[in-house]
């Protein structure tokens, strides 16, 4: 329901007078009073309901449920058409610490969901409490900024994959303490390879179980002068300073200063964006 001036924190009264409101100036235009009394309780509002709204208005919803407990977040698939993938987000960033690093702006953007990139990550915003979680961003909006053109060159690839990436499983190529490796793509065509270690720090691991054949050479999307060659069906990848890797076995062409695509089923980047958004299904996000 709506709120006049004041409230809340009026009396009952005052809260369900909507004369000064124009033209829903009636109660009847709102539903009945109901008290919050507890915001840490998301049962007040029934899954019911976001199922009949969604079903009514004919829309893609995605439910935000803060919580990083699965069995918590994942019934409510059942009445929205994804929700945020929170439980993934609370582990990772215990594991890799700064949201909006690389490493996790990599893992956000290639990993089995819908991709959602916030407000000012592109332009490094940090964020904080009002008024610093509303900065405003055009005045600022730089294309040269090292996150615009690092979110751009893997949204590019993502997107010039299209369905061969975005409808494929994630396959868990390796994972310890501080390294973690998988691959998308129809034929597992992408490996991503991160670290939760910074600055200074070398971490290589030989990563085994994966379907390229001897002498198959990968490149890496973020830097097309790396490359490595597979042999035994294993790759040997070296991270250096904690930046991530994306290697690929599609050929690439370079695009300014190091945006690179890929040169197979190229599709135009905002049509592509708006398939992957409408195209999700009711996955975790």
């Avoid at 409230?7 to 009945?32: E, K, R, W």
């Avoid at 998301?42 to 208005?57: I, L, S, T």
């Amino acid at each position: 329901m709506g709120y006049p001036p004041g409230c809340p924190g009026c009396s009952v009264g005052q809260a369900t007078d909507f004369s000064s409101f124009s033209p829903f100036n009636d109660a009847a235009h709102y539903h009945s009073y109901c008290q919050i009394t507890n915001w840490g309780d998301q049962g007040q509002v029934k899954g019911d309901f976001w199922k009949e709204f969604g079903d009514a208005a004919g829309v893609f919803q995605i439910g935000e449920v803060d919580n990083g407990d699965p069995a918590y977040v994942g019934p409510y698939q059942n009445y929205l058409t994804a929700t945020l993938n929170y439980p993934f987000y609370w582990t990772f960033k215990d594991v890799f610490g700064d949201k909006k690093s690389m490493k996790e702006i990599t893992g956000r953007l290639s990993q089995e969901w819908v991709p959602i990139v916030y407000y000012g990550t592109e332009q490094a915003y940090n964020g904080g409490n009002d008024p610093d979680n509303r900065n405003s961003l055009w005045p600022n909006f730089n294309t040269g900024h090292d996150m615009f053109k690092f979110i751009s060159s893997v949204a590019k690839f993502r997107n010039g994959l299209g369905s061969e990436f975005y409808e494929s499983q994630q396959n868990e190529k390796w994972a310890d303490d501080s390294f973690y490796a998988f691959t998308r793509g129809t034929n597992q065509e992408v490996l991503v390879a991160t670290t939760n270690q910074g600055s200074g720090s070398t971490q290589q691991r030989t990563i085994p179980n994966l379907p390229y054949s001897d002498g198959q050479e990968l490149t890496n999307v973020l830097d097309t002068s790396d490359k490595v060659t597979a042999h035994g069906g294993s790759l040997t990848v070296t991270i250096t300073n904690g930046q991530p890797k994306v290697y690929t076995t599609k050929q690439l062409i370079a695009e300014d200063k190091g945006k690179v695509t890929s040169n197979d089923d190229k599709v135009n980047n905002y049509s592509g964006l708006m398939k992957l958004m409408t195209e999700g299904g009711k996955r975790l996000c």
